[in-house]
């Protein structure tokens, strides 16, 4: 029997991004904080190894041991982690290396259970790959995150759970403990993990911790696009335990072969850029301290504490129930773009809007100076 077709449902703040350029090219003054990418670009060490590669080297299919082995020795650096470069997968980015680990460690017709908000590609790359998204309802009680509690109460258990911390849209981070009993229930209950960690190197509080350093045998998605500040460039790599690495090399070499070898070069130079990349750290925290200051004159009080990422998720149900329409109004009449909240949960999203930090502080300070008026000035709903 043909399966039905399946129901994916569109990137909304891919809409308000074409929006944003379409205005842009009118002549209107545009502040992109619709998307979860910096404005700054890779470091220039990086770029100056790009230039030498492309005048000397005519590349080809490649995966660079140079790099796996740097990644390795990353996670020993920061977590304390022992791992065989041959476990790194190299990837074109996180989003190929997040239907590389569906795809490689779950069936059709697996439960994959995930928090509610969360990543807009979570969901529909489950739906992709014909498995069933188990979305939990997340609340500020939480951090916006799911718990073991959460995980425990589920029946039956799913086969997978993805976890993302620090997480989008929210940018809350999950503490150890909870991560150690995440770990310790799935253990318990047969749940593999995938943890998304491609917003470490990214934190105003404590650093990130791995899940890696709970559960030995999760499988983890990074990317060189948000620390690295190398979007354009799409290297990331998934990191399997050592008897699914087989497995993974076969699906990823017919699925994806390998990452672009340019990128592969700079993204090894770029490891190496700490103080161009810590600077860049710098720029989103202080830009994180002016949002959180604007906020009670835009009238929003109700977030998730944006202990890492860069991103201020914002309840405006006092002002809408349809945040596409209100990012859209918000957009045409300031110029600020913005990413409506149903992206990320479609059930509370229409209440809530994300604004991404990852943006240079004039930017910021000049959003900020648009957007109270125009906040000011929104009628607030009936009560109900």
């Known amino acids: ?35 979860g990418q910096p404005s700054t670009g890779a470091p220039r060490a990086a770029i100056a190894r790009a230039h030498d590669v492309l005048d ?17 020795r990353d996670y020993a650096d920061r977590h304390g982690l022992d791992i065989a470069p041959d476990r790194i ?17 779950f069936s059709a017709g697996d439960r994959i259970a995930l928090a509610r908000p969360g990543y ?23 951090g916006f995150q799911l718990t073991a509690a959460h995980l425990a109460a589920l029946d039956p258990a799913p086969a997978g759970v993805i976890v993302a911390s620090p997480a989008n849209p929210t940018g809350t981070i999950i503490a150890a ?19 998304d960690e491609i917003y470490h190197g990214l934190s105003y509080v404590a650093p990130a911790r791995s899940m890696l350093e709970f559960a030995p045998d999760a499988l983890v998605v990074n990317s060189f696009s948000k620390y690295y500040s190398m979007v354009a460039w799409r290297l990331g790599w998934l990191l399997v335990p050592e008897d699914h690495v087989h497995r993974a090399r076969a699906y990823v070499g017919n699925l994806f072969l390998t990452p672009p070898s340019l990128s592969q070069h700079a993204g090894l130079v770029a490891m190496d850029s700490r103080d161009e990349l810590e600077g860049h750290v710098s720029v989103y925290r202080r830009n994180r301290e002016l949002l959180l200051d ?14 890492g990422a860069f991103y201020v998720y914002a309840w405006v149900g ?18 600020v773009a913005t990413a409506p909240g149903v992206d990320f949960d479609p059930v509370e999203g229409r209440q809530h ?32």
């Open 1 to 35: 029997m043909t399966p039905p077709p399946l129901e994916i449902e569109p990137f909304h703040a891919i809409a308000i991004s074409r929006l944003a350029h379409a205005l842009k090219g009118e002549g209107r003054s545009i502040i992109h904080m619709e998307f």
């Open 318 to 335: 006092h002002l809408t129930d349809d945040s596409l329409a209100f990012c859209e109004r918000l957009l045409r009449e300031t110029g």
């Open 120 to 142: 807009v590609a979570y969901r529909n790359s489950i739906k992709a790959l014909h498995m069933q998204p188990v979305e939990i309802g997340c609340g500020a009680e939480s």
């Open 294 to 307: 604007a906020l009670p004159a835009l009238g929003l009080d109700r977030i998730a504490p944006p202990d």
């Open 353 to 384: 809007i994300r604004m991404s930090f990852a943006v240079s502080t004039p930017e910021v300070e000049e959003a900020i100076r648009r957007m109270i008026p125009w906040f000011a000035a929104q009628p607030r709903k009936a009560a109900a």
């Open 56 to 72: 000397n080297d005519a590349m080809g299919y490649w995966e660079s041991p140079a790099l796996k082995a740097r990644i390795a």
């Open 89 to 105: 997968v190299l990837t074109c980015g996180a989003s190929p290396a997040l239907v590389l680990a569906l795809a490689s460690g």
């Open 177 to 195: 403990g909870e991560l150690e009993a995440i770990a310790a229930i799935c253990r318990a209950r047969g749940i593999r993990i995938i943890s």
